[in-house]
């Protein structure tokens, strides 16, 4: 099993920027790749960004350019840097790691991005 946790949420103007952390911890050596999602209110859940083991990274067009993701392997953490955030940014972040068929997610953090 893997156990996701995230940090780093809270509540920003627009403009201003965030840092996700998103620590994993258990059978950690089976996750090949890792990401962040985000659900706002009243719509589906979207991948943001993801990046696998060996640091290619893919972006949601509406983020790139804005956002970073990153690992760090020997604090097994992913980052997402979040800069130059918008209002339609805010929703809830979760992170997910894959091993083959089997997805482990986090609880999730609220990001609030104001006018």
């Known amino acids: 099993q893997v156990q996701l946790v995230e940090s780093g949420g809270g509540l920003v103007q627009a403009g201003g920027s965030l840092r996700l952390s998103c620590a994993a911890s258990g059978s950690i050596f089976r996750i090949s790749i890792m990401g962040w999602y985000r659900q706002a209110p009243g719509k589906q859940r979207e991948s943001v960004a993801v990046?696998?083991?060996?640091?290619?990274?893919n972006y949601k067009d509406s983020v790139k350019g804005r956002f970073v993701i990153s690992r760090d392997n020997a604090k097994n953490t992913v980052y997402l840097q979040m800069n130059s955030l918008k209002t339609e940014d805010t929703g809830v972040y979760y992170c997910?790691?894959?091993?083959?068929?089997?997805?482990?997610w986090g609880q999730g953090t609220q990001v609030t991005v104001s006018s």
């Open positions: 997910i790691g894959v091993s083959g068929n089997h997805e482990f």
């Open positions: 990046i696998t083991s060996d640091n290619s990274t």
